[in-house]
């Protein structure tokens, strides 16, 4: 299906595990993006990719580790969970900084 | 300098009536400004959007109005409708340049029958 898709939709996981969250689009967008959202919060971006092989901090970096070897794939990895990591994740695509394309989010509980 | 303002965090408005949510910014750079809807449980969209060469771009229901002097644009929902019950993004980016968006808090509209 045509899209950005994010998987899983749903993890709980312990403190101190890792885990990765996936992001795949299929329009060939340069940019990607990856964001956490928190009540009071609003958006907050973590990293982002501007093509494959570059990537950038955002906001909120620290904890998180990305990488971009395929344009379509935009993989988020918490090396060891906290639970101040337990948030929604939203990944999102553009194929230039404008009008960017949300997934439908990653539910994430650190326990 | 890189931050944008949104308010109110909370909005309540009667079927009819007219929603307006406010966003401030510093950074005159910044030359494209978007808004996002987002429901529950879904990713945000983008609803409309602006360049600070026009003051105003309405999309049906949806306006927005931008005062590049005050630094300042503006959200209105005309006509509001349970079915815009969500929360509001404002946004802003230097388009181009390679940054990402910047986005305010957000604003929970609330769209009583």
């Known amino acids: 299906d045509a899209g950005i898709t994010q998987s899983p939709r749903y993890k709980i996981t312990e403190t101190g595990r890792q885990v990765t969250l996936m992001c795949h689009q299929t329009?060939?967008?340069?940019?990607m993006f990856w964001y956490r959202q928190d009540l009071g919060h609003g958006l907050r971006l973590i990293y982002y990719s501007a093509a494959a092989d570059i990537t950038d901090k955002g906001e909120v970096p620290d904890g998180y580790v990305v990488s971009r070897s395929k344009t379509e794939n935009f993989p988020l990895t918490l090396e060891s969970a906290t639970r101040s990591q337990t948030s929604v994740y939203f990944c999102?695509?553009?194929?230039?900084?404008?009008?960017?394309?949300f997934g439908p989010g990653t539910r994430l509980t650190v326990l | 300098q890189q931050q944008v303002k949104q308010s109110p965090q909370s909005l309540i408005v009667q079927k009819g009536g007219i929603s307006i949510i406010n966003c401030a910014y510093e950074?005159?750079?910044?030359?494209?400004f978007p808004w996002y809807q987002q429901f529950p449980g879904k990713g945000p969209a983008l609803l409309i959007a602006i360049r600070p060469d026009v003051s105003e771009k309405k999309e049906g229901r949806f306006t927005i109005s931008f005062n590049k002097s005050a630094k300042q644009f503006s959200l209105h929902i005309m006509d509001s409708q349970p079915g815009d019950s969500a929360t509001y993004f404002c946004?802003?980016?230097?388009?181009?340049?390679?940054?990402?968006?910047?986005f305010g808090k957000g604003t929970t509209l609330s769209v009583s029958s």
């Open positions: 329009w060939s967008h340069s940019y």
């Open positions: 999102a695509s553009s194929f230039v900084n404008n009008e960017q394309f």
């Open positions: 950074n005159t750079a910044f030359d494209y």
């Open positions: 946004a802003a980016v230097i388009n181009q340049a390679g940054t990402a968006l910047i």
